[in-house]
């Protein structure tokens, strides 16, 4: 598998609230591939038994018959209500294809979405959204 990602330039940094992150040194375009993790894959009993009682747990993407755990930058993207990066699961090479789904500026943490059932605290909850704020009563 051609590993295209390793010509971009991201970074590590850490962010005062969210911990951890990857970041951008670069403008990346919409629809570029930022990475490619290869994974570990836990099956439903190895999981069960000891994958979900450890912190590895937070960092487990569904798979087929069980879960897996994404190497490399696949488990440093922090959470975002509203992330610039998506996810594809290659189940026939083990893989996790991360692509921009919007154009990311230089210094700009690159973000996915971990769904609705967080574990943290959102950092982004309380914030509104152009629509709500539009629709709040007026004082």
Not at 2 to 29: C, D, M, N, W, Y
Request: hydrophobic share 30%.
């Amino acid at each position: 598998v051609a590993l295209p990602q390793h010509k971009l330039s991201l970074e590590l940094r850490s962010h005062p609230e969210r911990g951890r992150g990857v970041f951008a040194t670069i403008p990346i375009a919409r629809n570029t591939v930022v990475d490619i993790s290869p994974i570990l894959h836990f099956n439903h009993e190895e999981y069960s038994q000891h994958g979900k009682y450890t912190v590895l747990d937070h960092y487990t993407y569904r798979w087929k018959d069980g879960y897996a755990l994404a190497l490399g930058l696949g488990s440093m993207f922090n959470h975002s209500n509203h992330p610039n990066v998506g996810f594809i699961r290659d189940l026939e090479n083990g893989l996790i294809r991360y692509i921009a789904t919007d154009d990311i500026s230089k210094d700009e943490e690159l973000c996915i979405s971990y769904g609705s059932n967080i574990w943290f605290k959102n950092t982004e909850a309380e914030e509104k959204t152009e629509l709500e704020q539009k629709h709040e009563p007026e004082e």
